[in-house]
């Protein structure tokens, strides 16, 4: 599982991903209308998590940053350890781009994508352990996707909610839709209907 999201596509697949959520601080619900009812309740679940997330998600993305920054400042020690592990992790990313093998010892390490990534996401875990901070970060962030993901369960859909939801379908419906094509280009002959001629005999007796 793990080669598989550090290959070139599983990479790719997981920007992919995020940009999909399309995070953003701008256009924030008021925050009454946020904390204003909570309803548990297991009907229709799976939509009324979808409306919730499409109509609070700058309210879900400024309170997922408010507690993970409320959560690093109230043990700084953590703070600076996820700094330290930042840089360590973009280190082995970024160092040596000229070179190709590296050499441990009587090891000969290849310093391809998928090993550079690889030591990015071991080095990380491990500065955190070493700064005896790992539970903690491990702890807040936890706690700032748990909340979000609360709210989406619990708040009930607001009129408006579903209605920007409503759009929102209507919206990505039509962008996704192909543009018409026009019958000379698709190749299409369409019937025209022909006057029926007389026989040559009867007009002539006409005449």
Same mark, same amino acid.
């Given at each position: 599982?793990?080669?598989?999201l550090l290959?070139?596509?599983g %990479?790719n697949?997981?920007?992919?991903? @995020?940009?999909r959520?399309?995070l ?7 925050? $009454?209308? /946020?904390?204003?009812?909570f ?6 679940l799976?939509t ?5 997330? !499409? ?5 879900y993305?400024?309170?997922?940053t408010? &507690?993970?920054? %409320?959560?690093?400042? @109230?043990?700084p020690?953590?703070?600076?350890? %996820?700094? *330290?592990?930042a &840089?360590?992790s973009t280190?082995?990313v ?7 093998? !590296?050499?441990i010892g ?5 310093l391809t994508?998928?090993?550079?990534? !690889?030591?990015?996401?071991v080095?990380a875990?491990l ?6 901070v790992?539970?903690?970060?491990? !702890?807040? /962030?936890?706690?700032? %996707?748990?909340?979000? +993901? ?17 759009s929102?379908? =209507?919206?990505?419906l039509f ?5 018409p =094509?026009?019958d000379?280009e698709?190749? *299409?002959v369409?019937? +025209?209907p +022909?006057?029926?001629?007389?026989p040559? $005999? =009867?007009?002539?007796?006409? $005449?």
């Amino acid at each position: 599982m793990m080669e598989g999201l550090l290959s070139t596509d599983g %990479l790719n697949e997981l920007q992919d991903t @995020w940009r999909r959520f399309d995070l953003h601080y701008a256009g924030a619900r008021p925050w $009454g209308e /946020f904390f204003e009812q909570f309803k548990p309740t297991a009907r229709d679940l799976d939509t009324r998590m979808a409306t919730n997330w !499409l109509h609070y998600k700058a309210n879900y993305a400024q309170l997922t940053t408010l &507690v993970v920054a %409320l959560g690093l400042l @109230w043990w700084p020690t953590s703070l600076f350890a %996820l700094c *330290v592990a930042a &840089v360590a992790s973009t280190a082995c990313v970024t160092a040596c781009p000229g070179r190709r093998i !590296l050499m441990i010892g009587s090891y000969s390490v290849k310093l391809t994508t998928k090993n550079r990534a !690889l030591a990015a996401a071991v080095a990380a875990p491990l500065t955190l352990i070493f700064f005896g901070v790992l539970t903690w970060i491990a !702890l807040v /962030f936890s706690f700032a %996707l748990v909340l979000p +993901v609360a709210h989406m369960a619990l708040r009930p859909r607001s009129l408006s909610a579903r209605y920007n939801a409503a759009s929102d379908e =209507v919206r990505a419906l039509f962008s996704s839709a192909p543009p018409p =094509v026009d019958d000379a280009e698709a190749g *299409v002959v369409r019937d +025209v209907p +022909v006057r029926a001629r007389a026989p040559r $005999g =009867v007009a002539e007796s006409k $005449g």
